[in-house]
């Protein structure tokens, strides 16, 4: 009896899947667990294994295609399994032997392959020469016609304007649709102030190195920042809370949204309980979020529920901007770019490491008030990090 490939429940509010690449054909071999496809959510990317041994016999979903929750995809049928199981291949292997296999064909016969690239290399050389005499051909046309005074049409003279048309994937979409929501159903509005790092760079270089050798993660800024938010968040509940309705919620948790850039565009994988985490358990979570959120290998629910979101823009050089509230959350906190700067200290002109920082928040929850003092808030924590340790 022939086993069912379904799409998955990918978290809430996901009712549909892109298909991505393929792994496995039609009749090929497969083992329990082994990866089979990549399904691309609005909210995350899942590889979808086999259920049990067999031949994959049926793929009912090309890549390209969108598929809903809990419909078939493709088939296996059990009774083909093979009589001695081969070790099952990580999804990385798979990719290696595939792109292996394209490149080069295991019965192409090894002359034939020699003479291809002299062919290849042959064909490249006289591609190159022509690519060259255009410039000349047209430079030389140009001047013809300037000296008998006759205007070349645009058309004339040839030109590279190449355009490419793809299909945007369902995390983009969903990125682009709530970016959009945000704007047309929240009160958005932004705060700013800066900070001077000094206190912490010097924490840092300080031990940073026992750290590192500690905990096995280098020191970064974003525990400051995580710690500091949260800090601030229990004073002012009103960045924690979110609309429901006519009523408010405030959230007596802090589970905490990091921003993190990926090829398939920007994701918030959440910080359970940050409260409960120390500087290294912030820091571990982070690079294994990263590296996880860069693979695709996120997990639906590590992408949800979150209460307060960080975003740090500096670390692509960005000086200020103006992030957006990721609905139904009430604010985000954005980081910037460390620049040494001129400031006055008692009166005194001294050159310091200075962060914008930026708090946007929701007008329909935050007041202005709350909103400036608890920006002002991170800024007082940062700069005397002691306060986390004798919660002044």
Same mark, same amino acid.
């Given at each position: ?9 990918? &978290? ?6 892109? @298909? ?41 979903? /090309? ?31 798979? +990719?290696?032997? +595939? ?84 704007? =047309? ?15 912490? +760079? ?37 960045? /924690?809370?979110?609309?429901? &309705? ?9 589970? @905490? &949204? ?5 090829? +398939? ?16 358990? @912030? ?27 960080? $975003? /740090?823009? &500096? ?6 901007? $103006? ?17 040494? =700067? ?26 202005? =008030? ?19 340790? @004798?919660?002044?």
């Amino acid at each position: 009896m022939p086993v069912d490939l379904k799409v998955p429940e990918m &978290g809430e509010s996901v009712t549909e899947v892109y @298909i991505g690449q393929w792994w496995k054909k039609e009749g090929d071999q497969v083992e329990q667990d082994d990866v089979l496809v990549e399904l691309e959510s609005e909210k995350a990317t899942l590889d979808l294994r086999a259920p049990a041994a067999g031949v994959l016999t049926k793929i009912l979903k /090309n890549s390209g295609e969108e598929a809903e929750v809990g419909e078939v995809i493709g088939q296996i049928d059990e009774a083909a399994t093979q009589k001695a199981p081969k070790k099952s291949a990580s999804r990385a292997e798979q +990719k290696e032997e +595939k792109s292996t296999t394209e490149k080069q064909p295991a019965d192409e016969p090894k002359a034939a392959a020699d003479d291809k690239t002299v062919a290849k290399e042959t064909d490249k050389k006289a591609d190159q020469k022509s690519a060259n005499a255009k410039p000349k051909v047209a430079l030389q046309r140009a001047n013809e016609a300037a000296e008998s005074g006759v205007l070349l049409s645009p058309k004339s003279v040839e030109s590279n304007r190449e355009e490419e048309r793809v299909v945007m994937s369902p995390i983009r979409r969903r990125i682009a649709s709530r970016l959009v929501n945000a704007q =047309r159903n929240a009160a958005l509005l932004t705060t700013f102030n800066e900070i001077d790092m000094s206190a912490v +760079k010097q924490l840092r270089a300080q031990h940073g190195e026992a750290f590192k050798e500690r905990h096995r993660v280098r020191l970064g800024f974003m525990p400051f920042f995580v710690k500091a938010a949260v800090e601030a968040l229990r004073l002012f509940p009103e960045l /924690n809370a979110m609309i429901d &309705g006519d009523d408010i919620v405030y959230r007596r948790y802090y589970d @905490i &949204g990091v921003a993190i850039s990926s090829d +398939k565009g920007l994701v918030v994988p959440v910080l359970r309980d940050a409260d409960r985490m120390s500087f290294a358990q @912030i820091e571990q979570a982070i690079e294994d979020l990263s590296k996880r959120a860069r693979s695709g290998e996120l997990k639906v629910e590590e992408l949800h529920g979150g209460t307060f979101t960080i $975003t /740090n823009g &500096g670390v692509f050089g960005s000086l200020l901007s $103006t992030p957006i509230v990721n609905p139904p959350q009430s604010g985000v906190l954005g980081m910037h770019a460390i620049q040494n =700067r001129p400031i006055a200290v008692d009166n005194q002109i001294v050159i310091r490491p200075m962060m914008y920082v930026a708090l946007s928040y929701d007008h329909r929850t935050v007041d202005g =008030r709350e909103a400036v003092t608890f920006l002002r808030r991170i800024k007082e924590t940062i700069e005397e990090p002691a306060r986390l340790l @004798i919660d002044a």
